[in-house]
């Protein structure tokens, strides 16, 4: 697809030789191969500190028995397997780092995936100004199973192994003799570039209508209609700002995509060095918008995280000795009173116990009628 200009291996020396050694991380000869490797493994370490703190919070405090709760979740266990394989430092042609370029292009697609189900979903939220029950199941089955789909493409070919500073999709396979990365080129496009631009623009068509209409209709409305404004708080500022997130981080990686499908032959150190900072970051900047959203905030406090801290401890080791299953004396963070049955779980039954003909409406009813039904449930309402 590219033809090669005369002078191609000394136009690719430095990126080549960084990190397809076969006995060292990288090439400690070269300062630019140091300066990428140990920029995207401090983000790397980064983010999964972050993912890994976020996550304890979500299950720590119960936020995953909300849809939004469990939308960030899965956003950020999403997240958790980027960081972890950029950690891999076995870039070379093995089995290790096949199966780690898969499994790093499944979490890049999930990841992806996650966030424009995030915006659909608000999307539904601000135009439609409706709740759908069972919309959280449609997008997990299209989530998991177009991603290992997709993912499970170039394994035709055999074209996992050594790329750049990672494993994932070669430039050609072992059978591309001729050197041209033909085929390489047309697995990236069709497994990577075409759905991550597709993914990119409709979020950015989303979004904008999400902000005019949040600005036009919910933002600064709290002295004329607080119950609209205290819906906003609820449902729509949670998620508001993981989208534009997406959007931000997406910029210096896709320049430097952009940059060698243009010049594939002179790899450029910045736009290299900015994508392995930012590409295994980004579930770090997930965890810091969900960590300082104002209601995470508030139970952040030293005091009252170890409060539930020893609640979910107590209420585990409850239930665990002798086989019993006593009740804590107070609530439990983890094991709420009382315990779900089985007929909890059953095709059709209410998402925790028994809920009353007003909770089970709120999912397709306007905003104002589902404010007053929220405050009548507020104990026991789970989206």
Known sequence: MHPAPPNTSCNRTWLEGCFNLSNEDYNHNDSRCAAIFWSRTSSSVLSLVGCLFAACIIILYQKYRTLTGRLILSLIVSSIIVPSCCLNR???RSLRCEITGFVFQYGILSQRLIVLSISTYLYLLVITERRYRYLEYVFHACIWTVAMAVSLVPFHDRLYGPAGDWCWIMEKSSSDNNGSGMKGDAYRFGCYYIPMIFILLIEIILYTFIVRKVRKEFVGVEAVNEERFEWYKKYIRPLYYYPLMNIILAIPTTANRVQNLVNPYKPNFILYLFHSIVFPIWGLCYSLLFLLDEDTRR???????????????????????????????????????????????????????EHSSAQRSIYTTPVASTVAMTSEVEGNYVE
Do not use: K, Q, T
């Open 299 to 353: 139970l952040l406090r030293p005091l009252r995280l170890c409060r539930y801290a020893y609640r979910a401890a107590s209420s585990i080791n409850l239930r665990s000795r002798d086989g019993n299953v006593d009740e804590p004396p107070f609530p439990s963070p983890i094991f709420p009173s009382p315990v779900p049955s089985l007929s909890d779980f059953a095709v059709g039954a209410p998402l925790l116990g």
């Open 90 to 92: 076995d870039i070379s």
